[in-house]
């Protein structure tokens, strides 16, 4: 029997959201009786304790960090207190809806010995070059692209390909311990799934992408309106952490990659 691990960083998430996305997880499972799984709970929140009433039909591990460690720091938390073969990031506003969508990720995982994460189509990777103090080093590189779209040597350029979403990937967990996990410099963690699926490229892992639309359901929790401009301050923090510390190092891999 495969054992899979579901870990989920909470942060002053609602009891009820969370509880959702361990119904329809358990639900899930009912329908994959090869897997035997838990739930592992980091709670990086402010009341400590909060979760205590969290219930499912397997074992539930809760840890309440001393600090907010991210989302980075939450899921290498994860990590280190699981002892499943294969690990599921998953996000508090997750609901999934179709068990196909389990076994799909953890058999490319095994398949492919890959980090694997839904389709999503295209994500526009924003490079911003003007507002980096290594604006040259942007505006020296060309990134490949189609035709009607911007090159990289003005600012703002973009290129458009299917990436992975850090709210619900797969993989397994000697993969992510041979990478040394999760980047934590990349706090409060957008950009991070990113980071990691390309640290895992470099270590000649596969990076695979699985079309499971319509599988599960993906909400946006209880973000408010209002959070939009902390949030996008946050992905841009994260975005040139990692083109500074991994795309730019790496840039003829980095090319690779987004070709792959």
């Known amino acids: 029997m495969e054992t899979v691990s579901f870990i989920c ?15 329809s997880v358990d639900q899930a499972m009912m329908y994959r009786p090869e897997f ?3 739930f592992i709970i980091i709670d990086n929140g402010d009341v400590k304790g909060t979760y205590v009433k969290l219930h499912s039909e397997t074992s539930l591990h809760i840890f309440d960090n001393d600090t ?3 989302y980075c720091g939450g899921n290498n938390i994860g990590i280190r207190q699981s002892n499943a073969q294969f690990i599921f990031i998953i996000n508090p506003d997750i609901i999934i809806d179709n068990s196909l969508c389990i076994d799909w990720m953890v058999g490319a995982s095994k398949l492919n010995d890959s980090v694997t994460g839904w389709l999503i189509g295209t994500s526009e990777w924003y490079t911003y070059a003007s507002s980096f103090p290594t604006q040259s080093k942007y ?4 990134l490949p692209y189609y035709p009607n779209e911007p090159t990289l040597n003005k600012p703002g350029a973009w290129k458009s390909f299917t990436y992975i979403d850090g709210s619900f990937m797969c993989f397994p967990r000697n993969l992510a311990v041979d990478i040394s996990g999760f980047d934590e410099d990349i706090f409060p963690g957008y950009f991070g799934e990113n980071a990691f699926c390309f640290k895992a ?12 639309k319509g599988l599960y359901i993906h909400k946006h929790g209880n973000r408010q309106p209002s959070e939009e401009a902390k949030i996008h301050m946050w992905s841009e923090t994260g975005r040139q952490i990692f083109y500074e510390k991994y795309a730019l190092p790496n840039w003829d891999k980095f090319i690779e990659y987004l070709n792959r």
């Open 9 to 23: 960083t909470v942060f002053n998430h609602k009891l009820d959201l969370v509880q959702r996305m361990i119904d």
């Open 36 to 38: 035997n799984y838990d």
């Open 139 to 142: 505006e020296s590189k060309n």
């Open 201 to 212: 490229f470099l270590a000649g892992y596969h990076v695979e992408n699985v079309h499971v």
């Open 68 to 70: 907010n460690s991210g």
